[in-house]
């Protein structure tokens, strides 16, 4: 997706949603994928990138809206779904990843795109890992960082800008309880509340009140302790422990929630949220999970990804496609857990799973290709613990440890052992 670098406080570039019906087509392997992605904003259409069938010709089975059969397939104890690839976590604590992997951010030692799981080389003792745009990172039960991938900016944080086809550790880097990776940077929550970053910081995501990139950690400038902490596409958000969210970097259809659409370099107050648990960071958009259960969108609306929410102040204009200045409330109550992908948004609830915005590539899981403003529930999809939204694709952890993805696959990032997209949840090959 391509960043607004100027847009004046509180104008709008709404994004076109056309009321004609999608138009199906199919890319040649040849064509640039990153560019259909961002042209999807541009056009109506459903672009699948694969050598097989168009979406309304896949087979039924990718898109039952009836109950799903339980299956066999790869089992795990966390997944993060990253722009075109997926990774996760076993219990023995080492890692498998599929999907894209031209600047080798499978960790595999290649560059070779893969369709079913793979071993990440060399990583024991994972405690959760967290894939990004072109990068992965790890964090290990040590308190240390393994990152891997593409580096221009330094987003491996192993004080260089050379790409790793293996994990390398993160400079300087001992004592981290989580992690967050963007588009091109990540972030770490150490022990003692503080936050680091480092990578890309060309809209001053890193926080540090600069705009230089950084090729190892730089502390944030955070009022307060850090609760949780998510990264966007060139923006970063965390939680503090009095409740308040914090977001910083590129402000674009007010990504920031602070109801303008400056850009800002070091954390600035998330407006109207006093009672933030967890937050989750999509392109251009982010939401907040409240400690009532309660769930709180803002940014981008231009495919729904904010939800239709309540009508509040700071709205950038009209519409149910307008951009959202500053949070609405999306849901009232019962959810669990929140995950934001490039123009999608899922939520956990008590009663499934959740998603919203952007359909193109299905990645909504309810068999259609309609973007959608209001939340809709994926039917037959039960038994959920975590749920993790990517690029265009959308993975489940089911209670069973299986790991069940839908959406794009056109780079294998469903890991199914197929290039065709699917509708549906569907079990990862084992």
Known sequence: MRALRSVSALAVLVAACSEAPAVYRTLDASDDVRDAADDVRDVPVFDVVRDVVRFEDAP????SGSALPDAGGLRAVQVSAGRDHTCVVLRDGTVRCWGANAAAQLGDGSTTVRDRA???????????????GDHTCARLGDGTVRCWGANPQGQLGDGTTLDRAMPAAVTGLTDAVAIAVGEAHACALRENGTLVCWGDNHAGQLGDGTTADHTTPVAVLTPRRVVSVAAGEAFTCATLDDGSARCWGLNAQGALGDCTALDQ???VAVR?????????SGARHACARTNDGALWCWGDNGFGEVGLGEERGCRGSTGASSAQYEPARVMTDGVRAVTAGAMHTCALREDGVWCWGSDRYAQLGDCGAVDRWDARR?????????????????????????????????????????????GSPGPVAD
């Open 272 to 280: 109207s949220l006093t009672d933030a648990r967890e937050v989750a």
């Open 118 to 132: 793979v071993a990440v080389t060399g990583l024991t003792n994972v405690a959760s890992v967290h894939a990004g």
């Open 378 to 422: 994926i039917e037959g999809l039960t038994n959920v613990r975590a749920v993790s939204a990517g690029g265009r694709h959308t993975c489940v952890l089911r209670d069973d440890e299986a790991v069940w993805c839908w959406g794009a696959n056109e780079l294998g990032q469903l890991g199914d052992g197929t290039r065709i997209v699917r």
């Open 60 to 63: 039924l089975a990718r898109c």
């Open 265 to 267: 370099r070091s954390p």
